[in-house]
């Protein structure tokens, strides 16, 4: 079954049936205000901290047809009775003439049309001002008169999220609402938990006059609070009560009467709702987007800010889907990521547990630096702020207050370790980040380290390259028996904890690509001693890597507390994981017949039809000694899932073997865009990769999970603009290295580099997937596939032979 298209010319995802399998998401705003818009309306906002500071109650858990957070009610007058719906379909589940939710970027457009009304929604957050705007346009296209109502409706969180559902007393004891009347009819009605009345105040309000309104849910629904919200019973009254909530469930229902429309007559209303700590200054914003082309002009930035964005890098390839994933969606869900961390999702509650991951964020950041990488410095500083003087770093942090923990719900608190992995993931972050900008200022900026002697003071603080140089020494310092990085409570696979003393190979890998990253910056800034102990430090890993680790056919993953190892044939479960096999090549640590020998066992026992799987067999069972992987049955998640992340690091390293082919398999595998024209498998948004899929020993083997927010993205997107497509940012210059698959003629691609423009074509005439034999810049012929650096605002013209 099929839910809806892809419309490559607007950059939007139109989905036709809002009955899709779960609910498809899309993103407004940021962090600093903004959330996730449904296809049937519904919205979970916040302002800087999903749980510390939010807005709208959306419990994902409720059953798909339940209102969440916010919808839209429309009330006509039949024979003299009222009829009440929903042009979002959710919560009223009116019979639809027509159904559309347009997925754009940074914007939701609904346009229904029930009753003889078309209705269209546009939901966006402004680029420069926080507020959700719902800009309704309603046209009578009954072909009769037809007397109009219209009720915006917003349901209220405690904007501590989690004690809206631990604390059923003093939650609804200090919640409260209050209406503002202004002189023409139009109103804004407040909200807030009392202790916050002065600094977070949420509101709503219209352009237009709200003749009454509702705060209580309990009287919004009616018959002592058992109506529902397919039929709130209030709506079936002339006016609302006009109450101003004391406490409890605190709502607005905004009664918007537009009189009568005539045949083919369109009203509009634009809605707001936002948080003002400072009332005045609000209401002058307020009133600037009550402008209708004030609204317009906000809508229209948006765009253009996007396809600015968007415009950095685009490809031209033979395959459609490919085209559309590089050049719309995945760069979008490389910035949504950035943003959102891992804060904030269907799936990811923002309830606390998770904040800002260190090393999740990490990698996100290098999802972008090629599209806008001054973006990425002011994370960067955050992030170094929480690595500890050690040199390793604290898991996340919660950006309202800057407070970090050592992992996600309080399990690492009261142990003295860490995650073995999440410091090294920063060198390359900061390394993309030079290559992309040049500005090497950013490795002189002083950052503290994260241990403080008072709340205040910091006890120690060094420049960018100190961090990263103390972040090589940290796991030079910690090895184990065999030589190899210790794990620490987990690497990269959060869920495989071993007891301690446990050894990663993963983590000897990401230590690897680390050195090859400061070895590489070392030398462009000319510090030979430095790069001569990288050196030391590189070739003593790649030994006991190779010395230690080989099974005869593939990377073992882990040493245990024991010394016994995971990723084994000896392994009964657990015998081959992925990561092992492609980080060794990302490592430059395995040799050529290594690297092929292992992507080949790889692809025998890992491979599926809908992505490589993480490791094979799964653990069938709780084993204390192996941590949460256990917790899940074989073919979920960690234990044995397709885990997407991983994908694009097989991908990668088939293009660094040169297997063209074989990588382009692997990315086409996972292309959601190529599960829409049968989804139900697979269930999720097929604009976007999920974090997971089930793998082929679980049932339902092909079902997506966890959407948007995933290190997927960043990773997908490397893989393809830098690898498939090898245009890759050095520090002098722009490497020009495809791995194509050998059917392919030509490729082209746009660059935008160093404050030029880079229009590069690839020829293929004798079908191989990788070798540039020559190259021509501005019909110029060069002796190297490395492009300079023009500077110079211009466009130049590459075009590069393969052979
Ligand atoms: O690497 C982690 C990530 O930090 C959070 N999601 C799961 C991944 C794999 O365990």
């Known amino acids: 079954m099929k839910y809806g298209y892809f419309n490559n010319e607007r950059k939007e995802y139109v989905i036709t049936n809002p009955k899709t399998p779960v609910k498809w998401t899309n993103y407004i705003g940021g962090l600093d205000f903004g959330g996730l818009i449904d296809q049937t309306g519904g919205a979970l906002l916040c302002k800087g901290d999903p749980a510390l500071n939010r807005i709208v109650k959306y419990i994902p858990q409720l059953p798909a047809s339940e209102l969440k957070g916010e919808t839209l009610y429309i009330r006509i007058k039949k024979n003299n009775e009222y009829v009440v719906f929903s042009p979002f379909y959710v919560p009223t589940l009116t019979p639809y003439d027509y159904y559309e939710c347009r997925v754009g970027n940074g914007y939701s457009i609904i346009t229904s049309e029930i009753l003889g009304i078309r209705t269209e929604v546009t939901i966006f957050v402004p680029m420069d001002s926080q507020r959700e705007i719902r800009d309704i346009k309603v046209t009578n296209i009954s072909g009769e008169a037809i007397e109009m109502d219209i009720i915006p409706f917003v349901e209220y969180t405690h904007f501590e999220a989690m004690k809206q559902f631990n604390n059923a007393d003093w939650v609804p004891q200090t919640m409260q609402s209050q209406c503002i009347n202004e002189a023409d009819g139009k109103r804004v009605i407040k909200q807030f938990a009392f202790m916050r009345k002065d600094t977070n105040v949420n509101y709503f309000t219209s352009n237009y006059p709200i003749a009454s309104f509702e705060t209580d849910r309990k009287i919004f629904l009616g018959d002592n609070g058992y109506g529902t919200f397919m039929k709130p019973l209030s709506l079936f009254q002339e006016e609302l009560s006009n109450y101003e909530a004391l406490r409890e469930d605190n709502i607005v229902a905004a009664l918007h009467k537009m009189g009568q429309l005539e045949p083919n007559e369109t009203k509009r209303i634009i809605t707001q709702l936002g948080q ?62 950035k943003n959102w961390s891992r804060f904030l999702s269907l799936y990811q509650l923002g309830l606390g547990v998770r904040g800002i991951g260190f090393r999740d964020t990490s990698q996100d950041l290098i999802g972008i630096m090629g599209l806008c990488a001054d973006e990425s410095t002011e994370m960067i500083g955050k992030l170094l702020s929480i690595q500890r003087r050690n040199g390793c770093a604290m898991h996340q942090f919660y950006p309202l207050t800057m407070e970090a923990t050592k992992g996600e719900s309080g399990e690492m608190e009261n142990r003295d370790d860490f995650y073995g992995d999440d410091h090294l993931w920063i060198v390359q972050t900061v390394c993309e980040y030079l290559k992309e900008s040049a500005n090497y200022d950013l490795l002189n900026k002083v950052v503290p380290f994260y241990e403080k002697d008072s709340k205040d003071k910091p006890l120690e603080e060094a420049t960018i390259l100190e961090h990263l140089k103390r972040a090589i020494e940290f796991t030079h310092d910690n090895k184990g028996r065999h030589g190899i990085p210790l794990l620490g409570f987990a690497d990269w696979n959060d869920c495989v904890n071993l007891p301690k003393t446990a050894e990663s190979i993963f983590n000897a890998n990401l230590y690897g690509k680390a050195l090859l990253e400061m070895m590489e910056l070392m030398t462009h800034l000319g510090d030979e001693e430095i790069v001569n102990k990288y050196k030391d430090y590189y070739d003593e890993m790649k ?261």
């Open 276 to 337: 003002y700590t400072d009332f005045d200054y609000e209401m002058t914003e307020i009133e600037k987007y009550r402008d209708e082309k004030c609204v317009d002009e906000a809508f229209i930035k948006l765009e253009n800010h996007w396809n600015n964005y968007l415009s950095k890098f685009q490809v031209k390839t033979p395959d459609e889907d490919f085209n559309t994933l590089v050049n719309i969606h995945n760069p979008k869900q490389c910035m949504t990521t």
């Open 543 to 803: 030994i006991a890597v190779n010395e230690n680790c080989w099974d005869g056919e593939w990377y073992l993953r882990y040493f245990d507390h024991e010394g016994k190892p995971l990723g084994s044939k000896v392994n009964e479960a657990g015998m081959i994981y992925t990561n092992a096999q492609s980080w060794t090549i990302m490592s430059g640590f395995a040799d050529e017949q290594r690297a092929t020998q292992s992507l080949e066992s790889l692809n025998k026992y890992l491979n599926t039809k809908n992505g490589i799987k993480l490791s094979y067999p799964g653990y069938n069972g709780f084993d204390p000694n192996l941590g949460g992987v256990s917790t899940y049955p074989p073919g979920a998640k960690e234990n044995g899932g397709i885990f997407l992340h991983s994908n694009p690091w097989v991908i990668i390293a088939e293009t660094l073997v040169g297997n063209g082919d074989r990588a382009f398999q692997y990315y086409q595998q996972i292309n959601p865009i190529l599960k829409n024209d049968n989804i139900d498998e697979f269930e999720v948004e097929p604009y976007v990769f999920p974090q997971n899929i089930l793998g082929d020993e679980h049932p339902q083997f092909g079902l997506g999970r966890n959407s948007w927010l995933s290190g997927t993205a960043s990773w997908v997107y490397q893989a393809a603009t830098k690898y498939i497509m090898g245009v890759r940012a050095d520090y002098d210059g722009l490497i020009i290295d495809p791995c194509i698959p050998k059917a392919w003629d030509e490729v082209s691609i746009i660059k935008e580099f160093k404050n030029a423009t880079y229009n590069i074509t690839i020829k293929n005439p004798n079908h191989i997937s990788k070798g540039i034999s020559r190259m021509e810049i501005d019909g110029k012929e060069v002796d190297t596939n490395k492009a300079p650096i023009f500077a110079d605002g211009l466009v130049h013209n590459i075009v590069a032979y393969m052979g």
